[in-house]
């Protein structure tokens, strides 16, 4: 006669308690004024040269977008990269004033910005520089940054079988939670994708797919879809920018850089960000369906195969709109990000 069998016991896992955020040292860098502009003052005209770096960034701005009081630049210096403006004093909306020892025509540089072409995002913000001549003295008008307060948020997913997909900003060296959500324009957002591995074999983690929006409504107006076709980042080849997904180190993390930008008349300066992630077996070689993409004069591979970058022009594999997370998949938000003029 077999003895008795004890009785099995089993509990469902627990979920590993987050381990609690260290203080990171962080200073926001706030960007340096540039001097961009310089006016010479003539008996009756004005001559004004402008920078194309207009903001410092080392990125030229597209020189339609500026104009001095509405009058475009006669004439361009490309070995300087400088536009020059130069106009009769009683032109190009200048105001006169009148005091009791000089005579001031004011007249104003504006930079116009229109949304980057096949987009609803801008990159740099309206300016406007005012230019007084009293024949001999430049004067620039600027107002201070008004620095907005606000709460670091991060979404974590959790998948089934204890899947924990997270996305969150990180730091200029990648190694923290970064403390503050707060960005200027020309300044670059260090994002980190990442799966924690709960009673699972090793996982690489893949951005599958990014839309940025202005409010935590993913299906909101206007949206901006910067990773897509299953991890083609396309907002480098769309804008010209150098955002780009970062060499992997681990293969359960994935770093990406996204240059801040606006939604153009959107004056919240706000952006949320809500990425599709997915987990493969560490093993598994990298696919059309599972890939991490960057644009630089063609596309490569983080994980060294471009050849499977190649389909980001066209349609890689299966789309997933529409279709439901598997449990290998996940979605995470951050935000709100508050982006500065």
Known sequence: MQAPMAP????????????????????????????????QCGENFVHV???EDFFGTGQLVNPSFLSLGGCAAVGEDPEAQVLI????????????????????????????????????????DAAAVGIECHYSRLHNVSSDVLLPSWVPFAATKVAEEFLVFSLKLVTDDWMF??????????????IEASVKQYNHVLLRIF???????????????????FIENHGCMVDAKLTGSTSSFMRRVQNDKLHFQLEAFRFQ???????????????????????LESKACSFTNGWTSVDDNDQMCMCCDSTCGVSRKGRSLSDSEGRATIGPIVIAE
């Open 8 to 39: 099995l016991t089993w509990h469902f896992p627990v979920k590993p308690e987050e381990p609690q955020q260290t203080d990171v040292p962080f200073e926001l860098r706030i960007p340096i004024a540039t001097e961009s502009v310089a006016a």
């Open 177 to 190: 939670e970064r403390p503050s959500n707060q960005y200027f324009l020309g300044q670059f957002m260090n």
């Open 265 to 287: 008349q959107d004056d919240s300066g706000l952006v949320y960000i809500t990425c599709a992630l997915k987990a493969v077996m560490a093993s598994t070689p990298t696919s």
């Open 85 to 124: 403006f130069e106009y009769e004093l009683q032109t190009c909306g200048s105001s006169l004033m009148m005091t009791d020892n000089e005579l001031v025509y004011t007249f104003n540089l504006l930079y116009t910005p229109e949304a980057l072409v096949g987009t609803p995002i801008v990159r740099t």
């Open 207 to 225: 951005v599958d797919s990014c839309v940025a929006t202005a409010t935590p409504d993913v299906n909101s107006s206007p949206r901006y879809s």
């Open 49 to 51: 040269e402008v920078k």
